[in-house]
Antibody, heavy 119, light 110 residues
């Protein structure tokens, strides 16, 4: 069965960087986009960006350009999301989610990873 | 900066009809934005209800339907039940692999 399993919670200081992983299984890794979505405490969902593992192309939300890097490892079917220059406003649960190309929606989601930015 | 607007909250009585809208800060929502609707309960990942404007995701009952009405995408839920209480989000595709979530609507079944 399709699974997206994310790495555990992180606590970071302002100005630091964080990397969250999303390990996939149960499908052909290179056939699907992986998106990153976050949710600050008590707030709504926010789309951050996407990576297409087949050709290693990425697309970023305007807000995250310059701070967000998404990479993939085809040997372990894992996608990584690195966010730099963290501030308290980056405290959120970060989700990865899968999209079959051209369907324009996310059909499977990871369980979420809480990132807390605090001095 | 594209802002996708939703009602902050919606209250309905059991058995009633829930109508949620998804609009753009400037412009009209059309089929080309391929509106998707997700539902999220606290502490959980979102779940797809409707995609490509009006296609129900697998396992979603036909009480849920999507459409475009006027200049907005609309999610309609008939026969409201207690477990329809959730946060509902629309997502619009802006092209060039860019998406934007709506502000979300909290639905309460009183």
């Amino acid at each position: 069965q399709v699974q997206l399993v994310q790495s555990g919670a992180e606590v970071k200081k302002p100005g630091a960087s964080v990397t969250v992983s999303c390990k996939t299984s149960g499908y052909t890794f290179t056939d699907y986009y992986i998106h990153w979505v976050r949710q600050a405490p008590g707030e709504g969902l926010e789309w951050m960006g996407t990576i297409y593992p087949d050709v290693d192309t990425t697309s970023h939300g305007h807000k995250f350009r310059g701070r967000l890097t998404m990479t993939r490892d085809t040997s372990t079917n894992t996608v990584y999301m690195e966010l730099t220059s963290l501030t308290s406003e980056d405290t959120a649960v970060y989700f990865c989610a899968r999209e079959k190309p051209a369907t324009l929606y996310f059909d499977f989601w990871g369980q979420g990873t809480l990132v807390t930015v605090s001095s | 900066q594209t802002v996708v607007t939703q009602e902050p909250s919606f209250s309905v009585s059991p058995g009633g009809t829930i109508t949620l809208t998804c609009g753009l800060s400037s412009g009209s929502v059309s089929f080309t934005y391929s509106p998707t609707w997700y539902r999220q309960t606290p502490g959980q990942a979102p779940r797809t209800l409707i995609y490509n404007t009006n296609i129900r995701s697998s396992g979603v009952p036909d009480r849920f339907s999507g459409s475009i009405f006027g200049n907005k995408a609309v999610l309609t839920i008939t026969g409201a039940q207690a477990d329809d209480e959730s946060d509902y989000y629309c997502v619009l595709y802006l092209g060039s692999a860019i998406y934007v979530f709506g502000t979300g609507t909290r639905v309460t079944v009183l």
